[in-house]
């Protein structure tokens, strides 16, 4: 006999309508799918199985939706389906539900992570693969506001492409980093533990991940999306961090995973100290334990630029970034405004140095207070002759914020303090 519920008034707890925003635009993230194979999403319809997204272009080859909190996954038609209880034989998954899950995976553990971010979503249609130049649709889709973005596709996009596309971005005064992951089952140790032909000389914007949750039971769920990085993780830690913080701090952003593994189905337990060392080495970034701890944490926050470079973790990119947003902020008012020069010498008066210094630092003040940076300062040559040039040369140089990526102990006995 079916059961038959009783009469009641039931309720269901909303979150987000409040609109509380997050304290600054650096929890603003992006999510990027590509590839998920012809016909297994349909948008943009009441017959589609994925709901509210805005049609990224005319063709339309993408789809994208902000996510405030998770709760709105299943407004968008995002759900989980256990293996077992899928639509296909004997409760089989279908390629659609695989998907369904893989998207629900990674936005849910965005906000698992930081639970006060804001996350753009964009999927690709059909089996139409991620591009850098997606980078640039969803930044503007955001109205510039991205600082992190993650990429989830088949395949490994060329670094120096994603850099170009982002130094693009940058000059267009819309910066951010990004983090790809891709469809590591064909990888092999050797493979990754040999030459990373992504690390070059600028490719600072840009990130690989290839650490995930080797759980069983979520491969299980996901399928072949199971051989991707835990995209949604680690851009939730870097929304989550100060820009000055790197992902890879043990006390603040403990991942939780359940098996941490490799992309490539290699759990960490049984990969070697030695190989580890060689795809730390390698400037990938993935999912480590501590011994006497029983979480786990990434090792680090590579760029693909040079370990010699200033910008060779995430951490040094953000913290450039905000502050070239923050100064561009402060002076924008005063573009095109009047210059007081010096009646004898045509050069800048000791009055309007002063004041478009302090006006340049103020939004590094406020990283500086915030823990951001450990000083800097801004200068201005006052001998500069804008009448001709029109132009105001404006100096910075910050002191950035040190991580403490080692430590070495020198412990010993002795028979006296």
């Given amino acids: 006999m079916a059961r038959k519920e009783l009469n009641d008034i039931r309720f269901k707890k ?20 590509g590839g998920f194979g012809a016909s297994v999403l349909t948008f943009g319809s009441s ?25 709105e996954l299943a407004d968008a038609g995002i759900v989980w389906t256990k293996s077992g ?53 969803i930044q503007v889709y955001a109205g510039g506001e991205i600082r992190q973005c993650g990429i989830f596709n088949s ?11 982002l130094a693009s971005l940058e000059a267009a005064h819309m910066p951010m980093s990004a983090v790809i992951t891709y469809n590591g089952s064909s990888e092999e140790m050797s493979d990754l533990t040999g030459t990373n032909s992504s690390v070059a000389a600028g490719n600072c914007n840009v990130s690989i991940l290839i650490g995930c949750d080797g759980d069983a039971d979520l491969a299980a769920d996901l399928g072949d999306y199971a051989f991707y990085g835990c995209i949604g993780a680690c851009i ?7 820009v000055s913080e790197s992902i890879a701090w043990v006390e603040k952003f403990p991942l939780g995973l359940k098996e941490p593994a490799l992309f490539n189905g290699n759990l960490i337990k049984n990969v070697s100290v030695a190989d580890r060392e060689l795809l730390n080495g390698n400037r990938y970034i993935f999912v480590v334990t501590h011994t006497g701890d029983a979480d786990n944490y990434f090792n ?16 040094n990119e953000r913290t450039i970034d905000k502050a070239c947003r923050g100064i561009r902020q402060k002076l924008l008012p005063h573009l095109g405004s009047p210059l007081k020069v010096n009646a004898t010498t045509g050069q800048l008066s000791v009055d309007t140095v002063a004041f478009l210094e302090t006006e340049a630092g103020k939004a ?9 940076l450990s000083g800097y300062k801004a200068e201005i040559d006052p001998e500069q ?28 006995f002795t028979t006296k303090l």
Avoid: W
């Fill in 85 to 137: 209880n899928g639509s296909g034989t004997s409760g089989a998954l279908t390629d659609a539900e695989k998907a369904k899950n893989a998207l629900y995976y990674h936005i849910s553990e965005f906000f698992r992570i930081n639970p006060n971010g804001t996350l753009y979503v964009m999927v690709k249609a059909g089996a139409t693969a991620a591009a850098a130049a997606d980078l640039e649709t």
């Fill in 385 to 412: 002759n804008v009448l001709s040039t029109g132009t105001v040369e404006v100096v910075i140089k910050n002191v950035p914020m040190g991580v403490m990526r080692k430590v070495n102990v020198k412990i010993g």
């Fill in 300 to 315: 680090d926050s590579h760029t693909c630029d040079l370990d010699s470079s200033d910008y060779a973790y995430i951490e």
């Fill in 236 to 242: 939730g830690a870097v929304s989550k961090a100060l």
């Fill in 47 to 71: 017959a589609g199985n994925i709901k509210g997204f805005d049609a990224a272009d005319s063709t339309p080859s993408a789809y994208i939706r902000r996510f405030t909190y998770v709760e």
């Fill in 155 to 165: 395949t490994l996009l060329t670094a120096s492409g994603l850099q170009t596309q």
């Fill in 364 to 372: 590094l003040e406020e990283m500086e207070k915030a823990g951001e």
């Fill in 14 to 33: 909303g979150n987000g309508g409040m609109g509380r925003p997050s304290a600054s635009k650096d929890q603003v993230s992006g999510l990027i799918f």
